[in-house]
């Protein structure tokens, strides 16, 4: 991330806007001893002279030791003051102040960003980018039809509430602490064993509210969340394949699982509106990214969706993908970088983004060996440069390692990605000048 200053000192960091009000403070104290001085100087200087008869170098030492005291106590009043009025404000808050004031003065006037996908990647992507900005906008597939999601599909005919749930404990400003509780699944007779808390409550949430955009909206104030998490969609659907033998399946756990080579997409009903607020964020977007997440079960679902695609290409905004580390198992089995690339055309212009990021480390070989007895390898980088996409490609470590129950799995790295996006994107290259 970029460095932020310590102590004092971060009042000061760019962007914050309160240099100009203490410089205006240095300004109105010195106008102020300025009349003082005018006014009863000389008498108070002669005074003072005879009271306390020193050298002049005495004279000056004790003159810039009292103006050092004078300006750190002034200093010292202003952060306090600025504490006790805050802390009057919102007394239950435990967030540092210089945090507080970075959060709002700074990430809030951030590039906006909309992030689209699904599964862990997009909930990756959102945990790095809510340090770099706040006016996050995650799009997040509702095609998901396995484990909780998709026995509450079935039991309750609502939409798959998991991959919002970890869009928005990603984006929540406390996500360490509410992650243990939202996260936390069932021990419980049949009907309930193996659902997650924050499933249940979003359930709960679209009944109460009376829709599943206000639950997220519910659930976004309850967890404080830095950004906002939108259903690519409110229309219940399901994806459907066709395989190479011709053969279709419905289900998007059932083709995830499948292991035959995909040949086509689309979606079990039709039409399948956008949510409307999903096409106005995209419209108003400075940057979008697609990816990283499994590509015919979490990224080509929202494309799916009607005019999502064409609003992506048609966006004045730049525009970013993210390629994924590894093959996926029954999904993308042997998917070199431009594999990826070519499936991903048959659902959305490429030649319409900017930027195209590419993990350039390697996990270790003990790593390498638990992926390939799953028959997963890290996704080969044969793009050539230039390449016919167009595409600026930037090459670096994304690289992280994630202890999944108990196995050591290769992921991005969320600080890692979140600055290569601020660093190697013009949107934010912009921003950052005119700071």
């Not at 009292?66 to 504490?83: E, Q, S």
């Not at 928005?168 to 939202?182: C, G, H, P, V």
């Not at 007779?189 to 949430?205: F, R, T, Y």
Request: proline share 5%; glycine share 8%.
């Amino acid at each position: 991330m970029t460095w932020r200053p310590r102590g004092v000192l971060r009042w000061l960091y760019p962007g914050m806007g309160v240099k100009r009000w203490l410089g205006l403070a240095f300004l109105s104290m010195a106008v102020l001893t300025l009349a003082l001085l005018y006014a009863f100087g000389i008498d108070l200087m002669r005074f003072l002279y005879r009271s306390f008869p020193l050298t002049q170098t005495a004279r000056y030492g004790l003159a810039a030791a009292a103006l050092l005291v004078g300006i750190g106590a002034f200093l010292y009043a202003i952060l306090r003051l600025v504490r006790s009025v805050a802390r009057g404000v919102a007394p239950d808050s435990h967030e540092k102040m210089t945090a507080a004031v970075y959060r709002t003065r700074v990430l809030e006037r951030a590039p906006h960003v909309v992030a689209i996908g699904g599964g862990t990647g997009l909930s990756t992507l959102l945990r790095g980018l809510k340090q770099v900005t706040a006016n996050i906008t995650a799009v997040v597939t509702v095609t998901d039809d396995g484990g909780s999601s998709g026995r509450l599909r079935d039991e309750i005919d609502v939409l798959p509430p998991g991959d919002v749930r970890n869009c928005l404990l990603a984006l929540a400003e406390d996500e360490s602490r509410l992650s243990n509780y939202f996260q936390h699944r069932f021990d419980a007779p049949p009907e309930l064993a193996g659902h997650s808390l924050g499933n249940l409550i979003l359930v709960g949430l679209e009944q109460a509210t009376g829709g599943f955009d206000r639950a997220i909206e519910a659930m976004s104030y309850f967890l404080n969340v830095r950004g906002r998490v939108l259903p690519a969609t409110l229309t219940k659907t399901h994806l459907v394949a066709r395989f190479a033998d011709g053969d279709t399946v419905e289900g998007e756990s059932r083709i995830g699982h499948d292991g035959r080579r995909v040949d086509r997409l689309w979606l079990s009903t039709t039409p399948v509106p956008a949510y409307e607020r999903v096409l106005e964020a995209i419209a108003d977007a400075d940057l979008i990214i697609l990816g990283p997440g499994s590509l015919f079960t979490s990224l080509v679902p929202n494309l799916l969706v009607d005019s999502i695609a064409n609003a992506i290409e048609s966006a004045a905004a730049e525009k970013a993908l993210v390629a994924n580390l590894m093959t996926q198992p029954g999904e993308t089995d042997g998917f070199k970088l431009s594999d990826h690339l070519r499936a991903l055309g048959g659902y959305i212009r490429v030649q319409e983004f900017d930027l195209l990021l590419v993990n350039s480390a390697r996990p270790t070989e003990p790593i390498l060996a638990g992926y390939k007895s799953e028959a997963a390898e890290p996704v080969e980088d044969d793009l050539p440069t230039p390449n016919e996409y167009g595409l600026r490609v930037v090459r670096e470590d994304l690289m992280g390692i994630a202890d999944l129950a108990g196995k050591a799995t290769v992921k991005h790295d969320p600080d890692k990605l979140a600055r290569a996006i601020a660093r190697h994107t013009r949107t934010f290259a912009r921003r950052a000048g005119n700071d």
